[in-house]
């Protein structure tokens, strides 16, 4: 079924200075206090990580940002550490349309990984990149260079406004939703978005952990 395309309120954007201001307030002080009281979680997941093949225990990338701009994204690592080279092998595998790459059963992942990505504990390193700014705890997806040189300039929108570590998709359809559906939701947060929005997400998110929706492992 076809959907009606929806568009960006540019008030939503480019006004809203005391919302603005109070999310990047608590993006601050909420991956401040999450990084300190998380540090146990971080090091017995690095060793974890470091024990099942020697490699990094961090993987980054260049993501691309509010504003098409680009910015290194941290995460812990999840897959075996050549995973990039191999995707090209893997493209005709991809199970979602559109400009991203999605499948169940990764060769590439580890088996820490598939357990740390069952539970979103591979993104935690984000709070980093919210705690310096270039990514706020709730947001679209930030995509991958590769990625946008496919967008049209509907699917540009939702590079209007900070990616985030969870949005709508993340916390409701997750492996459900297709490129298009992800860009829709990504457009209705952007027009719905508010601290209470926000902070419904965030609950959302925290059950996701606990009780993981069927994410793509890739």
Request: charged share 25%; aromatic share 12%.
């Amino acid at each position: 079924m076809e959907m009606s395309q929806a568009y960006v309120d540019q008030a939503k954007v480019k006004g809203r200075p005391i919302y603005h201001g109070i999310k990047r307030l608590f993006d601050f002080l909420a991956s401040l206090v999450a990084l300190i009281l998380l540090s146990p979680l971080f090091l017995w997941l690095a060793i974890k990580i470091r024990s099942e093949d020697g490699g990094p225990v961090f993987y980054s990338q260049i993501r691309i940002g509010k504003n098409e701009k680009p910015f290194r994204i941290y995460k812990f690592r999840s897959m075996v550490v050549n995973a990039d080279k191999m995707k090209k092998e893997l493209l005709d595998q991809n199970e979602v349309e559109g400009a991203m790459f999605k499948m169940h059963d990764d060769p590439r992942i580890t088996r820490i990984g598939k357990f740390i990505r069952a539970h979103s504990l591979d993104e935690l390193p984000q709070l980093w990149n919210v705690l310096i700014g270039n990514m706020s705890l709730v947001g679209p997806r930030p995509p991958l260079p590769n990625e946008v040189e496919q967008y049209t300039d509907y699917d540009k929108q939702r590079l209007l406004v900070k990616p985030g570590c969870s949005g709508l998709w993340q916390a409701t359809s997750r492996n459900a939703a297709d490129f298009a559906e992800m860009v829709q939701l990504d457009i209705e947060y952007i027009n719905r978005s508010s601290v209470f929005f926000d902070l419904w997400i965030i609950i959302k998110t925290i059950g996701v952990i606990f009780h993981p929706n069927g994410m793509y492992e890739g």
